[in-house]
Structures are given as C-alpha cells and as structure tokens.
C-alpha cells in the first residue's frame, strides 16, 4: 500500500483504504463504495487540519463515523470530515476558526471500523 502524512499526518502511514473500494460492504448503507480515504495509524496518532476553515461541527455515530469533526473549508467550498476518531482535540467546537497546524484529534477505531484509522472524505 502507498504511504501518506500529507498536510494531516505528521509522519507516513499506508493508506488502507481508497475512494470507492469494498462496494458489496458499502451497498448495505446504500453506497456505491467507500466514501473516502483510510489511513491506517496507530491509535491516537495527532491528525492536523491541514486546512484554513471553520469547525462546522463534532459529533458521534456509533454505527457509522464514530467520532467526528466536521471543518468546512471556505475556499474550496466544501466541507472535510476526519472520523473514526479517539478522541477530539479542546479547540474542536462548532463555528471556531481552524488553522493547518491545529490538532483535529487522535485517530481512533470509533463507529464502524475495523482497525485505528483516519477517514478522511467530504461530507455533504
């Protein structure tokens, strides 16, 4: 698998997972396959922002994204979800700004995931 840091990883991990995959295990959420990126990582490994942005919103979905943070991106009009999380970081609260160096949180094996990892995808 290719490694990847990336503007949200400080140091390379294998990408376990890419847009699209695995769509007979996605079509039980009504997906035509995987809906973003995995990066596996060992648990609580600090995922950046990457980003200049707005936190949009945090929440959990046992049964899908686990932990989450939403960050909406004003330039390019889109909204950035980092999931699966273990945990968030303190200045993670809905309409705060986000810079590139801050702390999303630790990558986490919440929700629906099968290993410590970071989903990155867009959120509609």
Do not use: C
Request: glycine fraction near 14%.
């Amino acid at each position: 698998m290719p490694k990847t840091a990336g503007p949200f990883l400080t140091n390379s991990f294998p990408i376990s997972q890419t847009f699209g995959q695995n769509p007979a295990r996605y079509a039980q959420f009504g997906m035509a396959g995987h809906n973003g990126i995995d990066i596996a990582t060992p648990t609580e490994t600090t995922v950046l922002a990457g980003i200049e942005g707005r936190v949009y919103s945090v929440g959990e979905d046992p049964n899908g994204y686990g932990k989450y943070v939403r960050v909406w991106d004003p330039a390019q009009n889109l909204q950035i979800i980092f999931a699966h999380l273990n945990s968030v970081a303190p200045l993670m609260q809905a309409g705060l700004p986000v810079h590139p160096w801050n702390p999303i949180g630790g990558t986490g094996n919440t929700g629906n995931s099968t290993g410590p990892h970071i989903h990155l995808g867009f959120a509609d």
